[in-house]
């Protein structure tokens, strides 16, 4: 419970998955070491049979030395989602059993699945977050410019938002790192510093600011 996995299928399949379904508590020790910046991805899944709210999960307190962000590959391409941001179809509503990637930032990071975080029916809910004075649930406006490549059979696409508690470092609360740069034919990503973001959130400029698009 609470581990993903990859499947792959020359030929199109049905799974059976048998027994009870799961709706208690599941903890999910991570695994970290070595470069803070690169190491720390670990692929695990949604343990429930429902979609699970990732937004809920963080107000619920499931993380424990672990970024905001979640990676997972959809048609091809890594998808990644951050506070109420995404790229290339990220989501906050993790689909039932659906495995994703998140980022250890110590060796005591934990995942918490808490079933107060399951979804039935995303489409009447939205993001929202916690307010720093509180518990006090408040609705977020994001200020973000996209930038996004097309090609006939593939794309990408580059989020720069900003946010007045952002910094121009990375952002465990804002920013996703850009996760590969072989997935798919098109990738793009910009860079601040040594680190290279596939959302990247910064402080409001005083007049302009300008980055480099990889």
Same mark, same amino acid.
């Given at each position: 419970?609470?581990?993903?996995?990859?499947?792959?299928? $020359? !030929?199109?399949?049905?799974?059976?998955?048998?027994? =009870?379904?799961?709706?208690?508590?599941?903890?999910?020790?991570? !695994?970290?070491?070595?470069?803070?910046?690169?190491?720390?991805?670990?692929?695990?899944? *949604?343990?429930?049979?429902?979609?699970?709210?990732?937004?809920?999960?963080?107000?619920?307190?499931?993380?424990?030395?672990?970024?905001?962000?979640?990676?997972? $590959?959809?048609?091809?391409?890594?998808?990644?989602?951050?506070?109420?941001?995404?790229?290339?179809?990220?989501?906050?509503?993790?689909?039932?059993?659906?495995?994703?990637?998140? /980022?250890?930032?110590?060796?005591?990071?934990? =995942?918490?699945?808490?079933?107060?975080?399951?979804?039935?029916?995303?489409?009447?809910?939205?993001?929202?977050?916690?307010?720093?004075?509180?518990?006090?649930?408040?609705?977020?406006?994001? !200020?973000?410019?996209?930038?996004?490549?097309?090609?006939? *059979?593939? /794309?990408?696409?580059?989020?720069?938002?900003?946010? /007045?508690?952002?910094?121009?470092?990375?952002? /465990?609360?804002? #920013?996703?790192?850009?996760?590969?740069?072989?997935?798919?034919?098109?990738?793009?990503?910009? $860079? $601040?510093?040594?680190?290279?973001?596939?959302? *990247?959130?910064?402080?409001?400029? #005083?007049?302009? =600011?300008?980055?480099?698009?990889?």
């Amino acid at each position: 419970l609470g581990v993903g996995y990859n499947y792959y299928s $020359t !030929s199109s399949n049905v799974l059976t998955f048998e027994g =009870v379904p799961n709706i208690g508590d599941v903890e999910c020790n991570l !695994s970290w070491s070595g470069d803070s910046e690169f190491q720390g991805y670990n692929l695990i899944g *949604n343990p429930y049979v429902s979609c699970l709210n990732w937004e809920t999960l963080i107000n619920l307190g499931g993380l424990t030395s672990v970024d905001n962000a979640i990676y997972f $590959t959809t048609n091809g391409a890594m998808a990644a989602y951050v506070a109420g941001a995404s790229v290339n179809g990220g989501t906050e509503f993790i689909p039932p059993m659906q495995g994703f990637f998140v /980022k250890a930032t110590a060796v005591n990071g934990q =995942v918490y699945f808490d079933p107060a975080a399951r979804a039935h029916d995303p489409d009447q809910t939205r993001y929202k977050k916690k307010s720093t004075e509180g518990n006090q649930v408040i609705s977020d406006t994001i !200020s973000l410019v996209r930038l996004s490549l097309t090609a006939p *059979n593939d /794309k990408s696409d580059l989020i720069v938002r900003f946010n /007045k508690k952002a910094t121009t470092g990375f952002d /465990k609360i804002y #920013d996703a790192h850009l996760f590969s740069r072989t997935m798919g034919d098109l990738n793009v990503w910009t $860079t $601040t510093g040594s680190i290279d973001y596939a959302i *990247n959130a910064l402080p409001y400029p #005083d007049q302009t =600011v300008e980055l480099p698009v990889n």
